[in-house]
């Protein structure tokens, strides 16, 4: 999918940014680039970006600054560059609303995976449909039905709340926090217990091979991503 | 009376035998001048005249002088100007009655003008401690304004003992004291510092050393040790033991206050070394992450030409460099002390598979299987720190054992503790390698290239930042077996 919105990198790292840029543009997406907070923040204001692909750590401003003041008025998707061990800071520019992350060293198939699903996800929002479709199974969000294969699946109201958060923000990372305070409410925060129990259970009657999930998908340290296949 | 309160008044006064002197020839003085008027004085206004010079004295002397003044002018009177004259025979009853109240009125003045004396004499001595402990800006200091003081007031010898910051009890005396100790002195002190109760030559608990011991004790713990030498005196008299007491807990204020500021200096110092740790690791990490991850994006992205082979080849050696970063970061990590795991409820088969799945390119075409019990509950770990000891363990795995092996995980909780285990049908280890496959940079003899020996102690230092142990062995039916063994919460899978 192209459009002709450009994508906004702002990394400090010539060499990042041209390795995205070839990237992105080899995929046929226009590219602007900024290698500071400052910089970044002006493009992103004067241009109609559709997508900003934000470094953390900035020289000037610290990226989830960066971050906070672009979602003061900016709707549209933006995923984070971190290293390996910030799962910290990725899960506070998640819960600040960044739409997703990478970890250096990334492979370009997975940067261009994650743009174009930021991206669908994005131009889909408007047209939300009551019904998904994954592997075998069919949830009716309206009726409140789950079927797989042609038989229907029980699930506990939690169970189906917890559903539902995933099927709508499908292919978009959900940390604990946000699915707690989601489903269980605010007076459930540090009860990460639930998260885990609830997705087991979901596994448990959804997945073909629960102990090989692939719909509601683990990411270490930070939360879950439900995702409906290929 | 007092035998120190004499001392505090030495240097104006003088000795006890001097002041008593000092006393007997005032009134024999005055009485002998007195004589030469009476008549026509008449001699009851000479009692009042002696009765003058007792209250003068008060000011000056020690009580026990001033009673003797009391008792010598009364008899002098007696003698000399009561009549019958040259006798201690009273022959009027008035002159009895007269005789009895000055002596009565002599010994009450003297001894409430000397005891007021010592009283304000002992504020003077507090206030100057006071304003000298004030005035004291660090422990060595207020140590120094205590054994001059204590000095001074109680004419002793003095030796403080300070505790440090740390907790660390002393073994000697703070340089600044006055009375030297030896190393039975010092082991009484710390027993007094221990159970904050006196002891030594003044009291019944060894009373064997020469010093008396006096616990400083602050609100919330010891803080050190007083030791006097009395000297001659066994012991400070009762009078003056308060006075002691009171100095002790000027004291103990002066050091916990000090002790306090030393404490925010140092957390100050601390804060600052910090962050200069997290600048410096964070910019460091940055520098090295920076280049192997724009190598490994590339390189990757080369892959797919016609040039296959040679990208693949960057590729892997660029992922190995990666490796070898990320490993030298942990290890930095480890070292510092500053890694503290971050405790959250895991999913054990969700930690076990996300460490397979990364670890996936490594492993290449071994079997993988992961054991987790249905009923496994969760169990409270760090999951982003144990994910990486199990990837290390599984690139292990990858590097001692032959392209068809294969490899398990496996997970169960015993007793309040999460046990995993992975394990290959690989050749196992040498018996004499297996202490060491923990040390860093340890490698068994004869391996092939491609490690650097810090994979396993990487696995053990986020182990053991979880309380837990690691262990690895020879399975029974051969190949390598680590078990790491955690202490954890657990929670039900099951509502």
Known sequence: MTSNAPILIIDDEVQMRRLLRSTLENEGYKVLLAENGTDGLRQAESARAELV???????DIDGHEVLRRLRTWAAYPVIILSARTGEQDIVAALDAGANDYLVKPFRTGELIA???????????????????????VRVDLDAHTVTKGDQPVKLTPTEFALLSLFVRNEGKVLTHAYILQQVWGPKFEGESQYTRVYVGQLRKKLEDDPNEPKFIVTESGIGYRFSAGE | MTRSLAVMMRSSVGAPARQYAVAAVCVVLLSGALYAFVPPVP????????????????????????????TLSALIWNFFFIPPHFTLVIGQTTDIILF?????????????????REREHRAGELYRLTRELVEAASLDAVAAAAVRNIDRTFGVRT?????????????????????????????VAAWVYWNERKAGRAVDILPSVRPTFYPVSGPRYPLGVVGIDTGPRERLDAATEPLLQNFIGQIASALEREQLNELTRRTAVFAESEKLYRTLFSSISHELRTPVAAIVTAAESLTGGNVTDIGGEIRIAAERLHRL?????????????????????????????????KARTVLGDRAVTTDVPPDMPLVKLDFVLMEQAFINLLVNASLYTPADAVVTLAARVESGHGVFTVSDNGPGFPESALKHLFTKFYRVPGSRAGGTGLGLSIVKGFVEAHKGTVAAS??????????????????????
């Open chain 1, 53 to 59: 692909i934000l470094d953390l750590g900035l020289p």
């Open chain 1, 114 to 136: 994650r743009v174009r699903s930021a991206l669908r996800i994005f131009h889909a929002a408007s047209r939300a449909s009551s019904v998904a479709s994954f592997g075998g």
């Open chain 2, 43 to 70: 001699y009851q206004s000479v009692s009042l005249l002696l009765l003058f010079a007792v209250a003068l004295l008060s000011l000056t002397l020690d009580v026990g002088p001033v009673v003797a003044a009391a």
């Open chain 2, 100 to 116: 009895l109240t000055y002596f009565v009125i002599a010994s009450i003045t003297g001894v409430l003008t000397t005891r007021v």
């Open chain 2, 159 to 187: 030796a403080v003992y300070l505790s440090s910051i740390d907790g660390e009890v002393f073994t000697m005396p703070h340089p600044s004291s006055t009375l030297v100790t030896n190393g039975r002195d010092d082991t």
């Open chain 2, 325 to 357: 970063v990320e490993n030298l970061l942990d290890i930095t990590r480890l070292e510092s002390g500053r890694l503290a795991p971050a405790l959250d409820w895991c999913d054990a088969g969700d930690l076990l598979r996300s460490a397979v799945l």
């Open chain 2, 474 to 495: 020879n399975a029974p039916a051969g190949g390598a077996l680590f078990t790491i063994t955690i202490p954890t919460e657990t929670h039900p899978t099951e509502e």
